[in-house]
């Protein structure tokens, strides 16, 4: 059984999926293969280039015009066909859905099926619906007054503030066990 580990965050620089350093330092924190990283972020295309440093504005925008786009049919159309592939290609995918990537999991209106195979762990979630999901484990900072604003109360709570959850032990904890309760289930060792 195969499990994989994947972002799926705002677009803050919509030319390229590319992942930060600050995400690519998060997974290489976990104890998961280089076969169980997805090396890009969502829409799961080939990186067009290195990662670049979008000014915090900008990125606010592009984000908040993914959130309130993802609610057009056209987003799920454009997207899906790309993201079901991603998320199907193993018995399990989890899910780090971070900000708006909730909101964007959710209106990609996929499949059961592909649906049926992923664990998401939302941390910071800004959404104003749940994806119907394996499971779902929602992570929202005590600092964070965006997201506690957002989805109600939390799986777990953790400290931090919207912009550092992948810096947090916490977060990292809550993942590892994540991911091992994943491998328990697929009778993988931990």
């Keep these: 059984m195969t499990i994989r580990v994947c972002f799926l965050t705002?677009?803050?620089?919509?030319?390229?999926t590319a992942l930060s350093p600050v995400q690519r330092?998060?997974?290489?924190?976990?104890?998961i293969t280089t076969e169980e990283r997805v090396e890009v972020n969502f829409p799961y295309r080939p990186a067009s280039g290195p990662w670049r440093r979008t000014p915090l504005p900008?990125?606010?925008?592009?984000n908040a015009r993914d959130y309130f786009g993802s609610r057009r049919a056209a987003f799920a159309h454009e997207h899906r066909a790309a993201v079901s592939e991603a998320l199907a290609a193993s018995d399990r995918t989890l899910v780090l859905a971070g900000s708006c990537g909730l909101e964007l999991l959710a209106n990609l209106r996929l499949d059961d099926d592909v649906l049926a195979r992923l664990h998401v762990v939302?941390?910071?979630?800004?959404?104003?619906s749940r994806p119907v999901a394996a499971r779902?484990?929602?992570?929202t900072g005590r600092a964070d007054?965006?997201?506690?604003?957002?989805?109600g109360t939390p799986?777990?709570?953790?400290?931090?503030?919207?912009?550092?959850?992948l810096s947090s032990p916490e977060l990292r904890d809550i993942v590892v066990a994540a991911i091992e309760r994943l491998r328990a289930e697929q009778g993988v060792p931990a």
Excluded at 58 to 62: H, K, L, N, P
């Design 145 to 151: 007054a965006l997201a506690r604003r957002s989805t």
């Design 136 to 139: 779902l484990e929602t992570v």
């Design 155 to 165: 799986d777990h709570e953790i400290d931090a503030h919207h912009l550092d959850y």
């Design 25 to 31: 330092a998060f997974l290489d924190g976990l104890p």
């Design 58 to 62: 900008i990125a606010s925008v592009r």
């Design 122 to 128: 939302a941390y910071g979630p800004v959404a104003r």
């Design 10 to 16: 705002g677009r803050s620089d919509r030319s390229n």
